[in-house]
């Protein structure tokens, strides 16, 4: 199971972290991924994190958003700077067996519940 959190209201221009933490297995047995919904369009893919560390972005975020790891916590976040009014959706972690860190979502097994976020101008 995948529990995300850390959404909410931000200013734009302001910085919001979001969490994911699994549970069952420890968080660097899978490769995780972060999406988003933004309201009336598809989701979008922002980065995985693959099982071995490395790091795959999505082209729309990848100078302002990053994620990392904290396999003690069991909990990858998604850090997020420079928030501006299109980022606004809802912010989906995903899990997959392997070291693959694909764009597609297809290939994720798991979900969390996602998690709301509100940039304001």
Known sequence: QLQASGG??????GSLRLSC?????????????????APGKERE???AFGQSGNLYYGDSVKSRFTSYRDVG????YLQMN???VGDTAVYYCAARAGNRATAD???YDYWG???L???SS
């Open 21 to 37: 933490t699994t549970s069952g297995r420890t968080v660097n047995r899978y490769t995780m991924g972060w999406f988003r919904q």
């Open 117 to 119: 976020v509100t940039v």
């Open 73 to 76: 916590r069991n909990t990858v």
């Open 82 to 84: 420079s928030l501006n």
């Open 113 to 115: 519940q996602g998690t």
């Open 105 to 107: 979502e297809s290939e």
């Open 8 to 13: 909410g209201l931000v200013q734009a221009g």
């Open 45 to 47: 893919f922002i980065v």
